[in-house]
């Protein structure tokens, strides 16, 4: 009985040691696995492995007895499973640990959303001044919002249509010519003008307008044949005229130009066939205000050296034309922006 007892007691303490063993060298395999996968090239192995290394030699220089072999071999099982689990773990803590360190991105700028929603309330801010019957352009508060709406635009035209720095946007209007035109049997129903919008620099919210006119175009024609302009119908998703009368002197009304038609200007628009410079400039159309004039958008870039556009002027009637027969239609406009393509412009969206 008390030999039996002994050698129980013996084999006891030996699984116990060998179990250790197990144990601190699967703990130092984890250690070096996290060690490892941290910066293999720059952190020094932490004391701690060190201590745990020399505990293990310690006691694997002691001698195994007889039965040792079967407490050995169930020890290394042990260990080994004890090693998976904590190198599984020990992976997943240096994984975290090392997309902890990389690098974390920057509070992003401002998105499109958040500018045109802060745009917008600018806008409706500049609106309800407008209602007043202040003359802006000579009022102090008027001009620092109005400024500040242009900032904005600039903004929400940058993060829309993207930034080109002083090259500017284009807009393609795709055009179908009716019968009644007089050359209709020579030239057929197809045409196209497009404008080259004026710096955003000079008259952002202009721009911006005729922007989202053709990023949401419906439908529309030219149905008025005057002396000095072409007039367009425009239907889109902007419904409502300019918030202001925005106009800068260095982009006068030269012929070729296109403005908004009427006061407050928009969303109709007009191209000038002569020079409109005093017809639509500051203090034309009215007495009361010596500034005002009228919106501009751009300048007709392909449309009046090919012919289309006097071949627009060739519509039956002169004025407004009451019968829709003797329109031209713009049946779908295209936003161009800088790019790679052959006359430097790339397609960026059509209306459908």
């Known amino acids: 009985m008390g030999y039996d007892a002994n050698v129980k007691s013996r084999k006891s303490e030996q699984r116990q040691r060998l179990m250790m063993i197990g144990s601190l060298i699967a703990l130092s395999a984890a250690f070096l696995l996290v060690v490892s996968l941290l910066s293999p090239s720059t952190l020094p192995v932490a004391p701690a492995i060190v201590a745990i290394e020399k505990n293990a030699a310690d006691i694997m220089t002691k001698p195994l007895r007889r039965g040792d072999t079967k407490i050995a071999g169930d020890a290394v099982v042990a260990s080994s499973k004890i090693s998976n689990k904590v ?21 992003s700028p401002k998105s499109e959303m958040e500018a045109a929603a802060a745009r917008a309330l600018l ?5 309800e001044i407008k209602k007043t019957g202040v003359i802006m352009e000579a009022d102090e508060e008027s001009l620092k919002m109005t400024r500040k709406l242009q900032e904005a635009t600039r903004e929400v035209l940058k993060l829309r249509y993207g930034d080109f720095g002083s090259k500017n946007y284009r807009v393609e209007l795709i055009l179908e010519f ?34 989202e ?74 007495e009361r205000n010596p500034y005002e004039a009228d919106c501009i958008i751009g300048t007709v870039v392909k449309g009046i050296e090919d012919g289309t556009v006097a071949r627009v002027h060739k519509m039956p009637g002169r004025e407004f034309l009451s019968n829709k027969d003797d329109w031209v239609l713009i049946r779908a406009m295209r936003i161009l922006v800088p790019g790679d393509g052959p006359d430097g412009y790339v397609e960026f969206s059509k209306s459908p």
Request: charged share 20%; glycine share 8%; proline share 8%.
């Open 123 to 127: 806008e409706a801010r500049v609106r």
């Open 178 to 211: 009716q019968p009644s035109i007089p050359d209709f049997a020579e030239k057929g129903k197809d045409g196209s003008i497009i404008i080259e919008m004026a710096p955003i620099s000079l008259v952002p919210c202009s721009v911006y307008n005729f922007m």
């Open 87 to 107: 190198k599984s773990a020990a992976t997943g803590m240096a994984m975290a640990t090392v997309d902890d360190q990389r690098p974390q991105p920057r509070s």
């Open 213 to 286: 006119i053709a990023r949401t175009w419906k439908s529309g024609a030219f149905h008025r044949n005057a002396g000095h302009v072409l007039q367009a119908q425009a239907r889109s998703n902007v419904t409502e005229s300019m918030p202001f009368q925005e106009y800068d002197e260095e982009y006068p009304h030269k012929k070729g130009t296109v403005g908004y038609a009427g006061r407050p200007s928009g969303p109709e628009f007009y191209v000038s066939i002569e020079d409109n410079s005093d017809n639509h400039g500051p203090g034309s159309q009215q």
